[in-house]
């Protein structure tokens, strides 16, 4: 940004003829002058408009309705006054009946800015994933499911307290905790809607734990969105870092408000978010027994064909 500005009036001064101040310039040399004046003129006039425009060019961070949303915060040290959220894309469509493992997004380089460059080892930084598609009331006539969600169908994560092995299924007390749930998750949606995108993900957003409806706002440490889901609410932490953890997805219907389990996501040191589809990472493939036998024959028929080869020619 700044070298966009310095170069304007650097061009401009290039603009102007090039001569003592104290000689008065002759009609000619105005007339040689003038074509080369212009042309300068005309490129510092660019630069300074792309300079407006670059400063000017922050904008919101992308949500649509039924969005999931990953955050981080931190309960002291650096980035303890803000908190970091990504969209994860749409959760019914993205990761409800997902099929396949993928990484969803790199986000080390605005983990780094905000928390430090330990952030990944931190024990006291938090995480934690939810979504919902609306709040409204499903009586006296529930509005239409969306992507085959019915209105207040939460999604929530749980921490894995056994690395690998899936979380204890969350729970919502009653009807009524799930609406309020839903209603403060919309809140906090519409927040993270009205915050900056980060210029390094245009996907996230850093957004101060002083602002109205922040995602801290709505964790006390044993609920979230005012529920406990049955435990000790969304989050996930650990003496290692979060990078230790893994967090379990689970769909909640607002009829039988218990959980069903669509998937876990994790994050590496370098700020890889991933989503895998069991609770467990896959084991690598093992050879099966009649493949290991049919390779071990193909090199022992290749064994005997260069011994008969080496006879062959010893004869010979």
């Known amino acids: ?7 304007a009036p650097r061009l401009l001064k290039l603009a102007s003829p090039e001569r003592n101040s104290s000689e008065p310039c002759s009609p000619i040399q105005l007339a040689q002058h003038k074509p080369h004046m212009k042309k300068l003129s ?22 649509t309705a039924g969005d999931l949303l990953v955050s981080f915060r931190a309960t002291g040290g650096q980035g303890g006054d803000q908190t970091y959220t990504l969209n994860l894309g749409n959760a019914a469509l993205s990761y409800r009946d997902a099929t396949s493992n993928f990484t969803v997004s790199n986000i080390g380089l605005d983990l780094t800015s905000t928390f430090g460059a330990n952030w990944a080892t931190r024990s006291d930084i938090f995480w934690g994933i939810s979504g919902v598609q609306n709040n409204a009331s499903p009586v006296p006539v529930a509005p239409p499911a969306v992507n085959g969600d019915p209105t207040r169908t939460l999604y929530v994560s749980q921490d894995q307290t056994t690395l690998n092995t899936q979380s204890d299924t969350p729970t919502v007390a009653s009807s009524t905790i799930q609406g309020s749930a839903a209603t403060n998750m919309v809140s906090f949606q519409n927040a993270f809607a009205a ?3 980060s210029l390094n993900n245009a996907n996230g957003a850093v957004i101060p734990t002083s602002a109205s409806n922040d995602y801290a706002q709505f964790q006390t440490g044993s609920s979230s969105f005012g529920s406990t889901f049955g435990y000790n609410g969304i989050e996930g ?8 953890t893994a967090l379990d997805l689970y769909r909640i219907l607002n009829s039988t408000r218990t959980g069903t389990y669509e998937g876990t996501f994790t994050i590496d040191a370098l700020g890889n978010v991933a989503f895998r589809t069991t609770a467990a990472p896959e084991a690598p493939a093992v050879p099966e027994p009649v493949s290991t036998g049919i390779l071990t024959s193909c090199a ?3 064994l005997v064909s260069l011994g008969r080869r080496k006879k062959n020619l010893i004869a010979a």
């Open 300 to 302: 022992f028929l290749g």
């Open 237 to 244: 932490s650990a003496a290692l870092g979060v990078v230790s």
């Open 195 to 197: 915050a900056t995108a």
């Open 42 to 63: 005309k490129i510092a006039l660019l630069v300074t408009s792309m300079a407006a425009l670059y400063t000017g060019s922050a904008f919101a961070a992308p949500f």
């Open 1 to 7: 940004m700044g070298r966009w500005h310095n170069m």
